[in-house]
């Protein structure tokens, strides 16, 4: 398990490496746990993060309740992620994985927000 982690975090660094948020595009870091998952729109420039949601936001509390399965949750997160980002007026971000496969969860945000109007 130790090992695996140590995987993921090394392609985490690669990935960093590679991209960098700004305040017209910020970085959509994605970070998921065993039963949450959880998105944020970050300015490295600033070092701030601009807006977040995950599956503990108060505005999808009970959406994420009646959620069958962790996909359907990380659906819900990206469309929160997208309309937040338009209330702020942010339309095109860069996608950080964060080490994560692109698959289940993490693609389901990033599809959920690419419908909610973000352009990666």
């Not at 970070?31 to 503990?56: E, F, K, M, P």
């Not at 990380?74 to 702020?88: F, H, N, P, Q, R």
């Amino acid at each position: 398990m130790k090992r695996k982690i140590t995987k993921r975090k090394r392609r985490k660094i690669g990935i960093r490496k590679k991209i960098s948020g700004t305040i017209e595009r910020p970085r959509l870091s994605v970070y998921r746990s065993l039963n949450h998952i959880y998105a944020q729109l970050v300015d490295d420039s600033s070092g701030r993060i601009l807006t977040s949601a995950s599956t503990l936001s108060n505005e999808v509390a009970d959406e994420v309740k009646n959620a069958k399965g962790k996909v359907a949750k990380g659906k819900i997160v990206g469309s929160l992620i997208a309309k937040k980002a338009s209330e702020i007026k942010i339309t095109t971000i860069l996608f950080d994985r964060s080490g994560y496969k692109y698959h289940g969860r993490v693609k389901a945000v990033a599809e959920a927000a690419r419908e909610g109007g973000l352009k990666f």
